[in-house]
């Protein structure tokens, strides 16, 4: 039973650059959530998708955006990427109320 | 205010002893839920143990062990017998449910090292 998978590990942008990270869901799993992590801090959510629905966001700007597709697989995109956002993002997937399982995280570096 | 606030940011423990990290949380909801998750340098969030606030029993998963206080807003992990696979970042959490909300909020951690 493969659980939470992340792609890519690692990635390094540019400022105004835009990036796209993937996540996909532990088998049974229909929710995913998005957090950021920055260094020495810990992760605060974004927001989370449901039904290829946005259901809830917590405090940041539009240029952060998702999808959740019909597989329940999901994306986050970041538009004109600022050197603030190097973090590590975090997918979490769950049962619609249920405890949330991590991913391994997508390392960003804004050069 | 911080919802959950781990006032240890590092702790040293020698293998094979006891460790508490502590956790206390601020809310005003009836309906909430506490968990605890292990870090390890890899980055990836381990789940460990999960609480309901109406939980009678304090939960337990392994070696690892909750120590719920209500009254007081505490929510402390114990680890027993602890082993130098221990040592990681260690983040207490809530998700509070009087508005359906489903996001979880973090402390800000717990640095654990487990000394030889």
């Known amino acids: 039973d493969a659980g939470v998978t992340q792609s890519p590990t690692h990635l390094i942008k540019t400022r105004g650059q835009q990036v796209t990270l993937r996540c996909s869901p532990k088998?049974?799993?229909?929710?995913v959530s998005w957090y950021q992590q920055a260094l020495g801090q810990g992760p605060q959510f974004i927001f989370q998708?449901?039904?290829?629905?946005?259901?809830q966001r917590g405090n940041f700007p539009d240029r952060f955006s998702g999808h959740q597709f019909p597989n329940y697989s999901s994306e986050l995109n970041v538009n004109a990427l600022l050197l603030g956002d190097s973090a590590l993002y975090l997918c979490?997937?769950?049962?619609?109320?249920?405890?949330?399982?991590f991913g391994p995280g997508t390392r960003l570096l804004v050069l | 205010a911080q919802k959950i606030t781990q006032t240890q940011p590092g702790m040293f423990v020698q293998e094979k002893e006891a460790v508490t990290l502590d956790c206390t949380y601020d809310?005003?909801?009836?309906?909430?839920?506490l968990f605890w998750y292990k870090q390890p340098s890899s980055g990836e969030m381990i789940f460990l143990i999960y609480?309901?606030?109406?939980?009678?029993q304090n939960a337990t998963e392994g070696r690892y062990s909750l120590n719920f206080q209500k009254a007081r807003k505490s929510a402390n992990l114990v680890i027993s017998a602890s082993q130098l696979g221990d040592s990681a970042m260690y983040f207490c959490a809530m998700r509070e449910r009087g508005n359906r909300d489903d996001k979880i909020i973090f402390g800000k951690g717990t640095r654990l090292h487990i000394l030889p």
């Open positions: 979490a997937s769950s049962l619609s109320d249920g405890t949330q399982y």
């Open positions: 088998s049974g799993h229909d929710t």
């Open positions: 998708y449901y039904e290829e629905e946005e259901r």
């Open positions: 809310t005003s909801d009836q309906s909430y839920g």
């Open positions: 609480q309901g606030s109406y939980d009678e």
